[in-house]
């Protein structure tokens, strides 16, 4: 009986996923762009806030802030370390192109609610 219950308390342990930052925040914008090394993925949320997260095989980065949207302008202010997409892009064509920064090829448009 005791192993059973250290089984159950075990499974149920592991099952339980913590719950993301951002689960319960509503998404704006999602855009991704496939890279040589893995995947890289940007949120826009309903309060202002950003995530972009570049995933890869070796190492994961993840940069946070705040995205000051005008038109089909949006302006990046990171927290922290500078983000390496850059600090503006434009919305053109159902794409996200970055003006500045490492990342010139645009992004695929996953969810765009800002044009709604």
Request: one cysteine or more; hydrophobic letters at 35%.
């Amino acid at each position: 009986m005791k192993r059973i219950l250290t089984l159950f308390a075990f499974l149920l342990f592991f099952s339980c996923s913590p719950k993301s930052e951002h689960s319960d925040k509503l998404r704006l914008l999602e855009a991704e762009q496939d890279s040589p090394t893995g995947k890289l993925v940007l949120q826009i949320f309903a309060d202002s806030s950003f995530t972009f997260a570049s995933t890869g095989m070796a190492a994961s980065t993840y940069y946070k802030g705040k995205a000051k949207i005008e038109g089909k302008s949006i302006e990046f202010i990171s927290q922290g370390k500078n983000v390496r997409l850059g600090k503006k892009a434009k919305l053109e064509n159902g794409k996200l192109r970055f003006m500045n920064g490492e990342y010139r090829k645009p992004f695929k448009l996953l969810k765009n609610k800002l044009e709604e």
